[in-house]
């Protein structure tokens, strides 16, 4: 089945302590890209990346890294975590025609994170 | 930046009725698409579009274009509770590529049975 596989979907964790959110596709896509969801305020983008090894900030990268090493897999990591941090994330991924979005983004489930 | 403002945030409609959301750009939309979500739940696409006056279906849902580009409409024919969700469109404020898509607050829509 194509899909996008977060985890954790659920966590509390406490300020400072490294996690990091993963993130899988197996539809061989070559755009991924994180959000969060925050209310009042909408899903703003993270960080995305265009293909292995190509990734840029999107509106709100502050306080998260991210790598992508392989295809399939484009982790989230929060360094040092801070409750402005507790946010609905989702992933996302998508083909690429040319240098182009097709425009559908497949989603992942999405990971409640709740820093304390 | 770009900003997309919908309308209206919320909608309760009797099963049955047709509604209309709306999602207004500030700068002309190279490509607007829209996605639909369950409470929190991830975003599932609906459609995308890219030409002024362009107009598309899937099942009961119709969106359009309009020409100028900056406004798009979301139309929902006989609905059910199976619409129910969140309704967000999205754009790219840097162009047609897609890779920065940013979205609407969303509109809440319930299907009252």
């Known amino acids: 089945e194509a899909q996008v596989t977060q985890n954790p979907r659920y966590l509390i964790t406490v300020t400072g302590k490294k996690l990091t959110v993963t993130c899988s596709q197996n539809?061989?896509?070559?755009?991924m890209s994180w959000y969060r969801q925050d209310p009042g305020l909408g899903l703003r983008q993270i960080y995305y990346s265009m293909n292995v090894e190509v990734t840029d900030k999107g509106d709100v990268p502050e306080g998260y890294k991210v790598s992508r090493k392989e295809k399939r897999n484009f982790p989230l990591i929060l360094e040092s975590p801070s409750p402005n941090q507790t946010s609905l994330y989702f992933c996302a991924s998508s083909f690429l025609r040319g240098f182009a979005n097709t425009g559908e983004l497949f989603f992942g489930e999405g990971s409640r994170l709740t820093v304390l | 930046s770009q900003e997309l403002e919908q309308s209206p945030q919320s909608l309760i409609v009797q099963e049955g009725k047709n509604l209309t959301i709306n999602c207004t750009s500030s700068?002309?939309?190279?490509?607007l698409y829209w996605y639909k979500q369950k409470y929190g739940e991830g975003l599932i696409f609906l459609m995308m579009?890219?030409?002024?006056?362009e107009e598309k279906s899937h099942e009961k849902i119709t969106a359009k274009l309009d020409e100028k580009k900056q406004q798009s409409s979301l139309h929902i024919t006989a609905s059910q509770p199976s619409h129910a969700g969140i309704y967000l469109c999205g754009a790219d404020p840097w162009g047609a590529s897609g890779s920065r898509l940013t979205f609407g607050e969303g509109t809440q829509l319930t299907v009252n049975p």
């Open positions: 579009l890219q030409k002024g006056g």
């Open positions: 539809m061989n896509h070559e755009y």
């Open positions: 700068k002309t939309l190279y490509g």
